[in-house]
T-cell receptor, first 120, second 112 residues
């Protein structure tokens, strides 16, 4: 297992197009987290998902952004009608199922290499 | 709301020096704290993970300490090398919120 896989590594979209970012978690990991890193800023949480379930989407912009983690296949972060301000690096992380009933990754996070989205 | 601050924002040291990076957080009710390294245009590499019950963790030339009650962590790098040049990020996981809160990082440059 090569770890958390994200694709594409680089994505260029024109304003108004849709961007689809994919994340395959590490083998055995059932929890996926998306973070966004704007230029010269720190990483900001966007959304936390389990298979077929959104746990926490408090960091997602209210419009144009959506995320899913289907029963089969990778997690998808979808941005509709992209604007220049969406240009950023989008990182995905995965963790094992939490223990003791609470959503707390005891083994820490493993991050993918990110997708760098450029909107022109 | 958890806030994480890292100082200094940037640091330049000559090769061979020992150095300390600082991280502070406002909500001491954390579950764990993780230090990452990020190279320009690259992803994040996990360096050290400290559970809330631990005081420190060591890996090679790296040592991270945690003082949960005062809301502080330090990352100590011994005998720095040019290959250590990167941005170092501190992140805390707060049990009541299912996410990591990151600091803005310290950009380290180790010169020959």
């Amino acid at each position: 297992n090569a770890g958390v896989m994200q694709n594409p590594r680089h994505l260029v979209r024109r304003r108004g197009q849709e961007a689809r970012l994919r994340c395959s978690p590490m083998k055995g990991h059932s929890h996926v987290y998306w973070y966004r890193q704007l230029p010269e800023e720190g990483l900001k949480f966007m959304v936390y998902l389990q298979k077929e379930n959104i746990i926490d989407e408090s960091g997602m912009p209210k419009e144009r952004f959506s995320a899913e983690f289907p029963k089969e296949g990778p997690s998808i972060l979808r941005i509709q009608q992209v604007v220049r301000g969406d240009s950023a690096a989008y990182f995905c992380a995965s963790s094992p199922a939490p223990g003791q009933g609470a959503f707390r990754p005891i083994d820490g996070y493993t991050f993918g290499s990110g997708t760098r989205l450029t909107v022109v | 709301k958890q806030e994480v601050t890292q100082i200094p924002a940037a640091l330049s040291v000559p090769e061979g020096e020992n150095l300390v990076l600082n991280c502070s957080f406002t909500d001491s009710a954390i579950y764990n704290l993780q230090w990452f390294r990020q190279d320009p245009g690259k992803g994040l590499t996990s360096l050290l993970l400290i559970q809330s019950s631990q005081r420190e963790q060591t890996s090679g030339r790296l040592n991270a300490s945690l003082d949960k009650s005062s809301g502080r962590s330090t990352l100590y790098i011994a005998a720095s090398q040019p290959g250590d040049s990167a941005t170092y990020l501190c992140a805390v996981f707060t049990g009541t919120a299912s996410k990591l809160t990151f600091g803005t990082g310290t950009r380290l440059q180790v010169t020959l």
